[in-house]
């Protein structure tokens, strides 16, 4: 399968290797429920591997059904810009540049730890949030994010193309599960080891 192809969910394998022997598997999904096309920009962060390749060309159609896995290396972290409007391989009508949603996820770090955020310091495009799955229930592995359609609410001021860049309070207000500076967190505490899976899902509500 190409990577040009329309994909609604995409799934991303993460390993974490000890020796020869894979110590816990963690799935990173992505799943568009907008009734709009996502083109999400999945980017490692600094010394990791790229484990998504295609730019504007990896698509998430609303409501579809196929996926994709991609294995990456033990530690990943990094973060997946949702943007809308792309032409092809050229330009998005958001995400390319703020305002822009930010899910931002580190998986298999020491012990097993998962940690995952959804930031609106670059602010907000589309709604997201991370929900973790198959996890020891005496883990804190909340849904975090900002299900909030903000751009419905955004203050006229604040207004950028078809995103909103609000005050940080404004963000806090919408969504307190999400980062709105870059000394914030969420209402909700997390401490969570080994999920099976993390899910970012766009427009939750829909």
């Known amino acids: 399968m190409k990577a040009s192809m329309a994909f609604t969910v995409l799934a991303l ?10 110590a816990w598997t963690t799935t990173f999904t992505m799943h568009n429920l907008c ?22 060309t990896i698509r998430l159609d609303p409501n579809g059904l196929a996926s994709l896995a991609f294995p990456a290396a033990a530690g990943w972290s990094g973060r ?9 391989a050229a330009t998005c009508a958001t995400g390319d540049a703020p305002p822009a949603t ?21 602010g ?35 207004r950028v193309g078809a995103g909103c860049r609000a005050s940080p309070q404004f963000f806090k207000e919408m969504c307190p599960e999400a980062r709105t500076t870059a000394t914030d967190v969420e209402a909700t505490p997390q401490k ?10 766009f427009c939750p509500t829909n």
């Open 80 to 88: 997946v810009v949702p943007r809308t409007g792309c032409t092809g």
């Open 124 to 158: 907000f495009n589309v709604p997201a949030t991370i929900t973790p799955h198959a996890f020891d229930g005496s883990q804190t592995c909340p849904v975090l994010g900002c299900a909030a359609d903000i751009n419905a609410a955004c203050p006229a001021d604040a």
């Open 13 to 22: 394998a993460v390993v974490a290797v000890s020796g020869a022997a894979a």
């Open 35 to 56: 009734p709009y096309t996502v083109w999400p920009l999945v980017t490692p962060n600094a010394g990791q591997p790229a484990i998504v390749t295609g730019g504007a």
């Open 192 to 201: 969570c080891f080994g999920p099976g899976e993390l899910k970012v899902v």
């Open 102 to 122: 930010v899910a931002q996820v580190s998986v298999n770090a020491a012990g097993g730890l998962a940690e995952y955020s959804v930031s609106l310091v670059d």
